[in-house]
């Protein structure tokens, strides 16, 4: 295959993007047809570069916090262009801005790291590392979050674009951790919304999954230690049956759980651990279980350590056992906002057709964009990525997972249209506020 090698990418020439923009129209200059157009030319001129910055990226997959080529291959495809992107205090993952800050300011966002998978495909794209692939389209994501900073750019070259538009390409989704690194950096200070875009392989390429409110999960780790004096089986009266007690905790645990909340929020305690004990004649002084809780509910999250905690100390009192818990924070559910979701689905019907946007399930997989939605209104979007028409698809987080390369340039046109839906109308309640203060 062609790597991105040096030199700027076509169509996009280092003077076309300008240190400083024209100012931005006050009224919208474009209609769809009219983005339309200008999409199909920067995708005539850009596709089948970016299919290969995709390919590239593909063949050399690198671990969350380790994506150095990766951040790289990013830094230099934005710089060729003129614009100024700045790496993350990590040393991995990269925040650009497009445009200026007299206006709205809307991210998208994309997730760079990979998984510690084998590549099971025969491709002439396969990885190229042993024991790591992107078996999740996080290489999709950051080709097309970087095609959608590209074509931006050019519009605000133009004087097209109505406020900023910032390119946030994140590390260590999968670990998790990198989302709040680039908030520690201020990746979303003064964003007034957050986009991003997840492939999914059971959608068709060409239909985006929408969906309002909770979309995927709330995604934590809790440790459970449980001990006790230990003793004889035969006399299990003078001691604490500890094994016991392991076994009504992880019974009854998940259980009063489901009772002390909405069931609605989808609270669910799943143990994928447990153990005590190393001989059938002796009660063990300790034992663990070990176990995820998932949640769709963002109240429901964040009450659940401390009623865990409550809950586990009353079933451990009941068997004279200590029991203590360890929970771990992972990432919070991704809530939809649905004024964000409406803007996602806007610019679906202008960019791609009335029957583009289609309902996607919720899912109790974890994704760390959640933290942004605590902070930022914003939406997360299902792109689909399998051929239309194909028998054949393939999941996430496998290694014969792949994708109909087709879609990349579906997301560019979805993510620009939807950069710009989302800046022209920050721009009209700008406008509007500003005019009520006047009327004050």
Known sequence: MTQPGPGVMPGLEPAAVADEPRSEPDVSPWDGAALQMQLDAFLARTGRRLIDFRRDLHMHPELGYAEHRTTEQIVRALTEVGLRPRVLPKGTGVICDVGTADGPTVALRADIDALPLMDEKDVPYRSTVPGVAHACGHDVHTTMVLGTGLFLAQQAAAGLLPGRVRLLFQPAEENPGGALDVMAAGGIAGVDRVFALH??????????????????????????????????????????????????????????????????????????????????????????????????????????????????????????????????????????????????????????????????????????????????????????????????????????????????????????????????DGRRSMTDELGDTVSA
């Not at 989808?266 to 143990?271: D, Y």
């Not at 350590?305 to 004279?320: G, H, I, R, W």
């Open 199 to 424: 492939c999914d392989p059971r959608i068709e390429v060409g239909e985006v999954g929408l969906r309002a409110g909770p979309i995927t999960a709330a995604c934590d780790k809790v440790y459970v230690r449980v001990t006790g004096p230990g003793g004889h089986t035969a006399r299990p009266h003078l001691t604490a049956d500890l094994v016991y007690a392991l076994a009504k905790i992880v019974t009854e645990l998940p259980a009063a759980l489901s009772r002390r909340v909405d069931p609605r929020s989808s609270l669910s305690l799943v143990w994928g651990r447990v153990a005590a004990g190393s001989v059938a004649n002796a009660i063990p002084d300790d034992g663990i279980a070990e176990g995820t809780v998932r949640c769709l509910d963002d109240e429901a999250w964040h009450k659940a350590p401390e009623m865990m905690k409550a809950l586990l100390q009353s079933v451990a009192a009941a068997y004279d056992v200590e029991a203590s818990l360890e929970y771990v924070r992972g990432v919070p559910p991704t809530v939809n906002e649905p004024t964000s979701v409406q803007m996602f689905r806007d610019a679906a019907i202008q960019m791609l057709g009335e029957t583009a946007p289609v309902p996607t399930p919720q899912s109790l997989g974890g994704e760390d964009f959640g933290w942004y939605l605590e902070s930022v209104p914003g939406a997360l979007a299902r792109l689909g990525v399998r051929t239309p028409g194909s028998a054949e698809e393939y999941d996430l987080h496998r290694g014969d997972f792949d994708v109909d390369e087709s879609c990349i340039g579906v997301g560019v046109r979805f993510l620009s249209a939807t950069a710009l839906t989302a800046l022209w």
